[in-house]
């Protein structure tokens, strides 16, 4: 016995010892894989895990490249920076420690984060064209990478996944308005390798993809947090509830069985977290990215915050502000996309009914305002939507219409058009019209299959009636004879408008409205 003692004993130690070798090896998380790309002429963080102590060695093969040297904290985690040449490749990046990794095939250029809702996971397979669109998607130019859905109430700090080339295989399932993105900045940035994140998870509101703290610092919020803490409270009777559940449902099942019926629907346990709640898509899709060097983020979702336009008008800052402040890359491009026209409710109640509703128009209306926060652009969808789909197959021109303003914006490409029409101010004129003035007009304003549509004009009983509206020069002249004295003006201020208003480039024009009167003041016209 006492032998068979030490030799169980032996073993124990020798596997322990295997286990703890293993364990102190170096190890890098999913965003440093072979076929990565690196954002060029940059100071980037590298990072993972050794040895707690272990000393770290990172050797890139560009030229006049230097290993950086670091060592490895209490908890085994290390990070390190390295400077990254102008665009190229492919090199190599070894990481030496006890062990040694080394990545292939590495590409330095422009690296974009692409996040949002279900029309940013929206996959290149299930758009317009879709298969001649995959067919053509043989670019080994463009690397991506895809963070899994994980819904976190604390910050992970990995995720499974790995970069690879485009091939048509690969980005018939990638986001298809990151996927039309990198292809344009592919086009007009010549000779630049392009790197896509995309990290995405449909049917998501704002307050998911933002850290706990950021949301605690602003009162505005604090109903978002007291939903989530009214949930934890009411959890453990809701387990009590689903236990019992349970317990009838598999008498219920037991008996369909026997009888040789269709076994009733088992009950879902509840959860205390789920993907709407605060932070937890931060948590788990967002920071295992930081600090990542990337040139920017692209993003599309508002949707979820449909009926809250007005708490959306701080809320997405903060979500800007938040992830700037944690990438620690000064104001990094943040380029949106402006929801799309849709019937998002076929209620016949309510203040979000059909297509006299403003809940839509609020989000929109938000998102223009956030123009206002420094380096972020918006790519307007009104023309390109679908009324009766949530999600419009038309990704092309969203795309497109991104990487005008990355073009123009981000790498200062000259003398590009890239907006459409956005309000700018109005005057009223001689008490019986308003004209309306605007930026980014382009080569001059058109209406596009006939008269302007879409504008309303209220006098002071805040009761809008459908106006005239004429192009004069770059500026817009509206008048009703409903309103004699017009005081505020509207274009396409509801839920599923189908305007016609466009610069001469094809850019559609914002929605907008002149006035700032509650929602529920403001009365359209039978």
Known sequence: MKSRSRLVGSAFLLLLIVVTSISAQIRLPALFTDHLVLQQQSCVAVWGWAKPGETVAVTPSWPNAESVIGTADKTGKWRLQIRTPSAGGPYTISFKASNEITLKDVLIGEVWICSGQSNMEFSLARCENAEQAVAQADLPHIRMITVPHMVSPTPQIDFKGQWRSCTPEVAKSFSAVGYYFGRELLQ???????????????GTTAEAWTRCEALESNPEFASILQVQADREKVMPQWLEQYEKDLKTWKAQAAQAQKEGKTPPRQPQKPTTYHKNSPSVLYNGMIAPLIPYGIRGVIWYQGESNYGRGIQYRSLFPALIANWRDDWERGEFPFLYVQIAPCHYSNKPEG????????????????????????????????????LTDVHPKNKLDVGKRLALWARAKTYGQKDMVYSGPLYDHMNIECGDKIRVYFTHTGSGLIARDGDLKEFTLAGKDRIFHPARAVIDDD???????????????????????????????????????????PAETCKLAP
């Open 475 to 517: 500026t817009i002249v509206v008048s009703s004879p409903d309103v004699p004295h017009p005081v505020a003006v509207r274009f396409a201020f509801r839920n599923g408008p189908e305007p016609n208003f466009f610069n001469a480039e094809g850019l559609s024009a914002s929605p907008f409205r002149s006035d700032n009167w």
């Open 188 to 202: 007009s940035l010549p000779d630049t390798p392009i790197g896509l994140i995309s990290s995405n998870f449909g």
């Open 351 to 386: 203040p979000y009914r059909g297509l006299n509703g403003v809940g839509v128009a609020e989000v929109r209306e938000a998102q223009l305002l956030s123009l206002s926060v420094p380096n972020t652009g918006m790519a307007v969808t009104t023309d390109i939507g679908n």
